[in-house]
């Protein structure tokens, strides 16, 4: 008898959920990342089907976001509080939107998960482009985006889970 496959002796493993499964592919995804400052990973689901996946990084083709290829731009908010982004690098979200356009894969009325709460952008394209849910793991500046998750009715739903 193989020790490898569970007899009716061994506890059976639990069968995760939903929630939990497409929170650790996300998780799984983000470590393709190219930044260094960060690494995100977004899977877009609807009814329970993975449509499209993404992580941080620079474009396809162009040289990554590593030491000196980083290029940071400072930018300050109405409040005063200063925001350091990098001008090479496009976020998780923005790169699963991409690739379901490139696919020919309709999101609308879709929910995406995310390693991190969006930033105040992708929030507002994740708004346009029909997505009704927001899943995320880690909370990211949320006092520049509550405002606009109250108005828009987007949901944004914490799901933490323990990285792959």
């Not at 929170?23 to 609807?46: D, K, N, P, Y």
């Not at 590593?66 to 005063?80: E, F, R, T, V």
């Not at 929910?111 to 009704?132: E, F, Q, R």
Request: net charge neutral; hydrophobic share 35%; with cysteine.
């Amino acid at each position: 008898m193989r020790d490898d496959i569970p007899t009716n002796h061994q506890k059976k493993q639990e069968r995760i959920g939903w929630h939990e499964y497409f929170m650790s592919v996300a998780h799984l995804i983000s470590r393709r990342s190219t930044c260094e400052r960060a690494q995100v990973g977004a899977v877009i689901v609807r009814e329970n089907n993975i449509l499209a996946t993404g992580y941080n990084g620079s474009p396809s083709g162009l040289p990554h976001c590593d030491g000196p290829n980083c290029l940071i731009y400072k930018s300050i908010h109405p409040d005063g509080t200063v925001e350091e982004n990098c001008m090479r690098t496009i976020h998780a979200e923005i790169n699963a939107i991409a690739q379901a356009a490139k696919n020919g894969t309709s999101i609308k009325g879709a929910d995406i998960y995310v390693t991190a709460s969006p930033c105040l952008n992708c929030l507002k394209v994740l708004i346009n482009v029909g997505v009704k849910t927001i899943y995320y793991d880690k909370p990211y500046k949320m006092e520049n985006i509550m405002e606009l998750v109250a108005l828009s009715g987007v949901r944004l739903i914490q799901v933490h889970v323990d990285a792959p």
